[in-house]
């Protein structure tokens, strides 16, 4: 079975700009969840999607929003953007939900200049 | 207020010795613990998993210990090899599959040829 894939891997934008990131999870998961890793901060949670609908969500700005296809692919989006949202963006997949098992994306570097 | 708090940053290891890693959490509610290893430049991944109603899971080298009295669990590696050099991540949930992973901040072990 292929792994949990994330595009792009590498990304530089500038403040005020905004970001799509993808992510396509495990074949047969429904449960795709967003992460952000910064030095020093762990993994951050941002939100949870499960059948097209936000289950859970972290404690991020609304800049920070995401979306879930019927395929369970799914994509995040980042509005107006700020030096501090220079990140690794993580993404999950599980059978169906967080509380279990997750696997991992490889990630996508942002970078915000 | 962390949760789940793994409260050393570091941790150097002799290859062949073994190597422990701790993590402590605060939320009784807790069920399930897992430890992720994460390379740089890559996306975590799985290595273990316990759930609340064991105190000991063993996979090869790998082995978790869960003290639910003290709200602590740790990770063993024996022996530890140089290529588990990376950084260890504790994560706990609750409230079944729906519920938030969790993250600690994450322990690099360095493991010395």
């Known amino acids: 079975k292929a792994g949990v894939t994330q595009t792009p891997r590498y990304l530089i934008k500038t403040r005020g700009q905004q970001v799509t990131l993808s992510c396509s999870p495990i074949?047969?998961?429904?449960?795709v969840s967003w992460y952000q890793q910064t030095p020093g901060q762990g993994l951050q949670f941002l939100f949870e999607y499960f059948s097209e609908t936000q289950r859970n969500k972290g404690n991020f700005p609304g800049r920070f929003s995401g979306r879930q296809f019927s395929n369970s692919r799914s994509e995040m989006n980042v509005s107006t953007l700020e030096l501090g949202d220079s990140a690794l963006y993580l993404c999950a997949s599980s059978l169906v939900g967080p509380g279990e098992t997750q696997y991992f994306g490889p990630g996508t570097r942002l970078l915000v200049l | 207020d962390q949760q789940v708090k793994q409260n050393s940053p570091s941790l150097s290891v002799q290859e062949g010795r073994i190597s422990i890693l701790n993590c402590d959490y605060t939320n009784s509610m807790f069920d399930y613990f897992l430890w992720y290893k994460k390379y740089p430049a890559e996306g975590p991944t799985f290595l273990i998993s316990?759930?609340?109603?064991?105190d000991k899971n063993e996979d090869g080298r790998f082995t978790v210990f869960l003290n639910k009295s003290a709200k602590h669990l740790s990770l063993h590696i024996v022996p530890s090899q140089p290529g588990d050099s990376a950084v260890y991540f504790c994560a706990a949930s609750g409230g079944g599959s729906q519920g938030n992973l969790i993250f600690g901040k994450g322990t690099k072990l360095s493991v010395k040829p």
């Open positions: 316990i759930s609340s109603i064991k």
């Open positions: 074949s047969g998961h429904r449960s």
